[in-house]
């Protein structure tokens, strides 16, 4: 099995492999559109389908999209939405299996508790992954690969414990 994971934003963060050989990950940064969603949207569809081109994975998984906060702009709500549908009608039109789990399940999957955000200084999740001998250059790619390490354990719970820093070396 290979798992495609995506941290969807307007900087989203992407891993891909298998088991055997670990992941590949990076991020890719979406142009930016103002209020023009079809060109933001038609961006990441153009990307996405290359990438799906280049690692035909058998699962995709993405982390949810945010709930809407009182401080939340419409404007970045509309972009997350569009881009996980984006991911749930290609997935679909390539019959490829998709995941979609929360930040906090997948927070305390990866590093055991959910007490994490984006401005810790160092950021928790890149901690985790550089333990488990990876090099995550943004905080989007870092997710990704907590996004990845999470799929895993839902989907190959036994073979995924080569991914526990306590069995990786």
């Excluded at 996405?48 to 702009?73: C, G, M, R, W, Y």
């Excluded at 390539?94 to 200084?121: A, D, S, W």
Aim: with cysteine; proline share 6%; net charge negative.
């Amino acid at each position: 099995m290979s798992i495609l994971a995506l941290d969807l934003a307007t900087n989203t963060g992407w891993a891909w492999g298998n088991l055997e050989d670990g992941p590949e990950y990076g991020s890719v940064r979406l142009p930016s559109t103002d209020r023009d969603i079809g060109r933001f949207g038609l961006a990441f569809k153009n990307w996405l389908e290359a990438k799906l081109d280049a690692t035909q994975p058998s699962l995709i998984a993405v982390e949810e999209p945010i709930f809407p906060s009182k401080n939340t702009q419409i404007m970045t709500l509309r972009k997350l939405y569009v881009l996980a549908g984006i991911v749930e009608m290609v997935a679909v039109e390539r019959k490829i299996k998709i995941f979609e789990e929360t930040i906090g399940t997948i927070r305390v999957g990866f590093l055991g508790h959910n007490k994490v955000n984006k401005q810790m200084k160092p950021y928790p999740i890149t901690f985790a992954c550089q333990e488990r001998g990876w090099d995550p250059k943004t905080t989007d790619e870092a997710d990704a690969l907590a996004l990845w390490v999470h799929a895993y354990r839902v989907w190959e719970p036994e073979r995924s414990l080569k991914l526990d820093p306590l069995f990786m070396g």
